[in-house]
Antibody, heavy 121, light 107 residues
């Protein structure tokens, strides 16, 4: 069965960077786009960007360009997101999710459990 | 970016009740609208895709409808496991955007 296993919570200092992981299993990793979604405390969901593991192609929400870097390791079926120059606004839960679909039907069909990032000195 | 206005933000309801959650886009989104459920432990799963298509494994008491800018999610008869957060998401244009969510609470 499809699973997305995310790395554990991180406590990081302002100005630092954090890199989190999302290990996929149960499907061919290179066949599906992986997206990252931010959920600030008690708030809604924001799409950060996506990466296609087969080619490394990426697309970003303009808001997160320069903030997030997306990479993959095809050998371990793992997607990574690095957030840089962290501020308190970056404290949130970050989800990885798989994009599935065809034609007009596109949606995030599997989600990881989330990685909580806390930015504090 | 397309803004998604979801109403109500919270909804007290009873077991067995029929409820409807609405989502209005700031411009027409041509049915490119999905619904997700988030449980209190953070688990997120898809319910409905492309306005009205039921995701595999989702109970038939869930349904979706709409067109243009106005969409809705209906639960025909609430079960205990349905008390959760619900989000709409448009994918007509990038970036895809989510509504602010509706918290379905036990009355």
């Amino acid at each position: 069965q499809v699973k997305l296993l995310q790395s554990g919570a991180a406590l990081v200092k302002p100005g630092a960077s954090v890199k989190m992981s999302c290990k996929a299993s149960g499907y061919t990793f290179t066949d599906y786009w992986v997206s990252w979604v931010k959920q600030s405390h008690g708030k809604s969901l924001e799409w950060i960007g996506e990466i296609y593991p087969n080619s490394g192609a990426t697309n970003f929400n303009e808001k997160f360009k320069g903030k997030a870097t997306l990479t993959v390791d095809k050998s371990t079926s793992t997607a990574y997101m690095e957030l840089s120059r962290l501020t308190s606004e970056d404290s949130a839960i970050y989800y990885c999710t798989r994009l599935n679909g065809y034609g007009p039907y596109w949606y995030f069909d599997f989600w990881g459990p989330g990685t909580m990032v806390t930015v504090s000195s | 970016d397309i803004q998604m206005t979801q109403t109500p933000s919270s909804m007290p309801a009873s077991l067995g009740e029929r409820v409807t959650i609405s989502c209005r886009a700031s411009q027409g989104i041509s049915n490119y609208l999905n619904w997700y459920q988030q449980k209190p432990d953070g688990t997120i799963k898809p319910l409905i895709y492309y306005t009205s298509n039921l995701q595999s494994g989702v109970p038939s008491r869930f349904s979706g409808s709409g067109s243009g800018t106005d969409y809705s999610l209906t639960i025909s008869s609430l079960e205990p496991e349905d008390f959760a957060m619900y989000y709409c998401q448009q994918y007509d244009s990038s970036p895809n955007t989510f509504g602010a969510g509706t918290k379905l609470e036990l009355k």
